[in-house]
């Protein structure tokens, strides 16, 4: 005869699965936008969105959809300041993240040498949101002296590698929200790393051309091909 041993439990595998998902939210490549000033579309659009959220044109300031040009063979789009006037476009997150790992990607190219003045103001910035107040995670500007520059908090500025007018370059940023790291590669080539703000997260990408402080003209800046994705990690337990 058996008898259960009620004293011993059920033998129940427990085992918490932890998998991230890659999930893109921006692809845009501008090929199948009208040629003239850009439309935005809003972050609640499904994913992934193919324009900016938002656009900042000052008065003559431009934000374009242009045939092949400065070395792009397909359309881009062309960020133009005019004295006094800022051109830029924002790519705002659904929500911020504070964690995962977040990749950016884009090609750009500059029309010229920017002038003396345009030190930090020509470039790319990864933004956060800090209780409403836009706070730069990480920033990559053309400068005056010819070589790209990074910095954001922490800092410090960093010159990392000359640049052409007129020639794309590539860019591949990857974000470590959990080991609050960054790492960049540029032409596929590792170019810089670093650590980042450990309290901010990931809210938007700027695109920018800050003439608006300026009475000389700003060169243009085109970019192609931005691709931002996140990951985002699902929980099963089974
Ligand atoms: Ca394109
Ligand atoms: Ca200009």
């Known amino acids: ?34 040629l003239g000033p850009l439309a935005t579309e809003p972050n609640t659009n499904p994913l992934p969105l193919s324009r900016p959220t938002v656009i900042i044109r000052d008065e003559g ?5 242009v045939a092949p040009t ?12 005019t004295p006094g006037n800022l051109a830029n476009a924002s ?9 995962g790992q977040a990749v950016i990607q884009w090609r750009s190219s500059i029309a010229a040498i920017p002038p003396s003045d345009a030190s930090g103001r020509i470039g790319v910035f990864v933004e956060a949101n800090d209780d409403n107040v836009a706070k ?27 640049y052409t007018p007129g020639t794309p370059t590539q860019f ?25 703000d450990a309290q901010l ?10 003439n608006r402080f300026s009475e000389a003209n700003y060169p243009a800046l085109a970019v192609d091909d931005v691709n931002i994705s996140v990951t985002a990690p699902i929980d099963f337990e089974n």
């Open 1 to 34: 005869m058996r008898v259960s041993d009620s004293s011993v439990p059920a033998q129940v595998a427990t085992r918490a699965l932890s998998l991230a998902v890659r999930f893109s939210i921006f692809v845009a490549s501008f090929d199948s936008e009208p």
């Open 70 to 81: 400065l070395g792009f063979t397909t359309r881009s789009m062309l960020l133009d300041g």
């Open 201 to 210: 997260g990931f809210n938007h990408t700027v695109f920018e051309n800050i």
């Open 136 to 162: 730069d995670v990480w920033k990559i500007t053309y400068e005056p002296s010819g070589i790209l520059t990074i910095g954001g908090a922490p800092g410090p500025n960093i010159g990392i590698v000359g």
């Open 172 to 196: 591949r940023l990857v974000l470590d929200l959990d080991k609050h790291t960054y790492t960049l590669s540029v032409n596929g080539a590792l170019a810089a790393s670093g650590n980042l």
């Open 91 to 99: 790519f705002f997150n659904p929500v911020q993240f504070f964690s």
């Open 61 to 65: 300031g431009i934000v374009d959809v």
